[in-house]
C-alpha cells in the first residue's frame, strides 16, 4: 500500500474553501507521486503557496475559491510580485515561487479546475548568476582534518572525516551522504547513489574515500544494521546536516577560511578541480547527478582566472 503523500502544510486560517483546499492536497500528491518531489522541495512549494494565497486573501477582501483563481488578472499577480519587492525579497526568492505557482496553475489547468493565462504573460524576475564558492585543494585538504581534530572521540573524528572526504571525493552533496544506510557503504571501487527527485547515479571512489569509511565503520560503537542509517551521532541516530555544518564552521574559523568554506563548498571543490584537471563538463555532470549540464557549466566560469594565466604563459604571442 502506497504511501499517503504529505500534504503542504497550508495553515488552516487560510479562508479557502474545500474544492480549493482538495486541489492544493493533489498536487501535492502528484508532485510527491509521479514527479517524485523531496519532502523538502514539497515543503518549499507550501511555503511559496501559502504566501500568496495569504496575499490573495487581503487583496482580494473575502474567501478564495477555483473561481477567485480563475479571474485573476494581470495585474493581480503584479500586485503581488510588487508586495513582495516592497517587502525586499530577493530577486531569486521571487523567481522561485513565480515558478511554484506557474506549476500549480498548470495543474489546476490539466485537470480542468482553473482557466487562468494570466499567469503565463509575467514575466521572470532576472536572477544574477551565481557562481559556486569553491576551495583551493590545499584549503579543501585542511578544513577535512581540521574538522576531524576537533572531535574528543576518535570515532567521532573518523566519522567526520569519512563524510568530508567523501563529499570533496566522490561530490555527493551532504544531504545525499547522511541519506546513505549501512548497506550503501561500498564494497569496491563505486557505489551506487541516490540523488535529487530519486535519481540514482554511480559514482567511482578512491581509495582514500574507501579507507576512510571502513575506519569509521572500524571504530563505530554502535551496531548498525543494513537498512539502518550509515552515519549516527552520539546516540546511533541518523546524523543531521546541522551537527556536522556547525563542525566544519569551528573549523574555517580556527583555518581563517571565508564563510563560503562549508560542506556544500567540498562538492563544489570537487567539479571545480576536475575541470582543472582536464575533466570534461559531460563526465562531470554524471558524478554530479546534474539534470541539465547548464548547471554543470557553471564551474566553466569558476576555472576561467586560471586558465587564463595558462594561456597568457603558454601562448607565444603573450610573451
Not at 47 to 73: I, K, M, N, W, Y
Not at 150 to 163: F, G, N, T
Request: hydrophobic letters at 45%; glycine letters at 8%; charged letters at 25%.
Amino acid at each position: 500500500m502506497a504511501e499517503p503523500a504529505p500534504a503542504l502544510g497550508l495553515p488552516g486560517r487560510l479562508p479557502l474553501d474545500g474544492a480549493l483546499r482538495a486541489a492544493t492536497e493533489e498536487w501535492a500528491a502528484w508532485l510527491r507521486n509521479e514527479k517524485r518531489a523531496a519532502p523538502n522541495t514539497l515543503a518549499a512549494y507550501g511555503r511559496d503557496l501559502t504566501e500568496f494565497l495569504d496575499f490573495l486573501a487581503q487583496h482580494v477582501g473575502g474567501p478564495l475559491t477555483l473561481e477567485t483563481l480563475s479571474a485573476l488578472r494581470v495585474g493581480d499577480f503584479r500586485a503581488w510580485l510588487a508586495a513582495r519587492a516592497n517587502r525586499g525579497l530577493a530577486r531569486s526568492s521571487t523567481a522561485r515561487a513565480l515558478a511554484t505557482l506557474r506549476g500549480f496553475f498548470r495543474r489546476l489547468e490539466r485537470r480542468e479546475l482553473v482557466h487562468n493565462g494570466a499567469i503565463t504573460t509575467l514575466r521572470t524576475p532576472r536572477v544574477p548568476k551565481s557562481l559556486p564558492k569553491a576551495m583551493s585543494p590545499d584549503e579543501a585538504l585542511r578544513i577535512i582534518d581540521a574538522t576531524a581534530e576537533l572531535s574528543a572521540e576518535p570515532w567521532v573524528a573518523k566519522r567526520d572525516a569519512a563524510i568530508l572526504v567523501l563529499l570533496y571525493g566522490a561530490g555527493l552533496r551532504i544531504g545525499e551522504a547522511l541519506a546513505l544506510n549501512r548497506r550503501d557503504a561500498p564494497a569496491g571501487p563505486a557505489m551506487r547513489i541516490t540523488g535529487k527527485g530519486n535519481k540514482e547515479r554511480v559514482v567511482p571512489l578512491l581509495p582514500v574515500v574507501v579507507d576512510a569509511i571502513s575506519e569509521y565503520l572500524d571504530a563505530c560503537p554502535h551496531a548498525l544494521t543494513p537498512m539502518g542509517p550509515l552515519f549516527v551521532g552520539k546516540r546511533g541516530k541518523r546524523l543531521q546536516p546541522s551537527q556536522l555544518q556547525a563542525t566544519m564552521r569551528a573549523a574555517r574559523r580556527a583555518l581563517g577560511l571565508a564563510e563560503t568554506a562549508t560542506p556544500h563548498a567540498l562538492r563544489h571543490s570537487f567539479a571545480t578541480h576536475l575541470l582543472a584537471g582536464g575533466g570534461d563538463l559531460r563526465t562531470i555532470q554524471e558524478l554530479l547527478g546534474h539534470e541539465s549540464l547548464s548547471t554543470t557549466q557553471r564551474y566553466t566560469a569558476v576555472d576561467m582566472a586560471r586558465l587564463a594565466e595558462v594561456y597568457a604563459a603558454a601562448h607565444p604571442r603573450a610573451k
